[in-house]
């Protein structure tokens, strides 16, 4: 099993819809759990951050942490095509090194 | 403030071949890594940096070597290139405290 799962998709969407992307993970002792989203042909970049369990709010973006099941969350309301791109997440126990998962390919069309 | 920049952008390679992928910070972070992202496979963590003068391996350290004489620079070192290290390769930084990191653009490389 891997640390941290992650469905690659691709997930395509209607323009307005919500979009709901997750990961699962296997080491309780994360504490710090990222999102990054990757446009094609660029670097990641820092999406949202969370430490610990909770919800955590940002525009139509929408990190939630459940890690009594190993879950996390991220969902975002009202899908424009600017936010086609590749979301993956990343986790850490305070290590320096992040795990990351292999990244979810959404799509959203017009 | 430029944050974290890689050259070459792009960079096609013989068999054998050899060459360096630069990385730059201007944030005065200690913290710096090297990634390679192959199509639907995630980041794989190549080597990494505690600072000036140390450095350590990840999980796919194989064929690659780097080096950390400044804060500010991590380069790459691919001696023999091989079809395998034909990938896409980011450098990265780190918030301490919060595990967050900064990307740099990324180098694509082709070995053919």
């Known amino acids: 099993q891997k640390e941290v799962e992650q469905d690659p998709g691709p997930l395509s969407v209607p323009e307005g819809a919500i979009v709901s992307l997750n990961c699962t993970y296997s080491?309780?002792?994360?504490?710090?759990f990222m999102w990054y989203r990757q446009y094609s042909r660029k670097g990641p970049e820092l999406l949202m951050y969370?430490?610990?369990?909770g919800n955590k709010e940002d525009g139509r973006f929408t990190a939630q942490v459940d890690k009594s099941s190993k879950y996390i969350s991220l969902f975002i309301r009202d899908s424009q095509p600017s936010d086609s791109a590749t979301y993956l997440c990343?986790?850490?126990?305070?290590?320096?090194?992040?795990?990351f998962g292999r990244g979810t390919s959404l799509i959203v069309h017009p | 403030n430029a944050g974290v920049t890689q050259t070459p952008k792009f960079r096609i390679l013989k068999i054998g071949q050899s060459m360096t992928l630069q990385c730059t910070q201007d944030?005065?972070?200690?913290?710096m890594y090297w990634y390679r992202q192959d199509p639907g496979m995630g980041l794989k963590l190549i080597y990494y940096?505690?600072?000036?003068?140390?450095?350590d391996k990840g999980e796919v350290p194989n064929g690659y070597n780097v080096s950390r004489s400044t804060t500010e620079d991590f380069p790459l070192r691919l001696e023999l290139a091989a079809p395998s290290q034909t990938s896409v390769y980011f450098c990265?930084?780190?918030?301490?405290?919060?595990?967050?990191?900064?990307f740099g653009p990324g180098t694509r490389l082709t070995v053919l």
């Open positions: 990343a986790m850490s126990a305070g290590s320096y090194i992040p795990t």
């Open positions: 080491n309780s002792a994360f504490q710090y």
């Open positions: 969370t430490y610990s369990s």
């Open positions: 944030m005065n972070h200690n913290y």
């Open positions: 940096s505690v600072g000036a003068g140390i450095t």
């Open positions: 990265a930084t780190i918030v301490t405290g919060t595990d967050t990191q900064y």
